[in-house]
């Protein structure tokens, strides 16, 4: 027994839609879904997002 942490899984836009069709949903979270957006994007190589394009 431990408390390791179990297997991360990246953030997908469609992970992210369905967290903020939740937030929409019960007005809760709302801080949450856009950073889920955000990391989607950046997972997904998508354009949406605030992050930094390196180089």
Do not use: C, V, Y
């Not at 949450?32 to 997904?44: G, L």
């Amino acid at each position: 027994m431990g408390n390791k942490p179990g297997k991360k899984t990246p953030m997908t836009p469609d992970a992210a839609r369905r967290i903020q069709s939740h937030a929409d949903r019960t007005k809760t979270n709302q801080g949450f879904k856009q950073r889920a957006q955000s990391t989607a994007a950046k997972n997904s190589g998508g354009k949406k997002g605030g992050g930094k394009k390196g180089g």
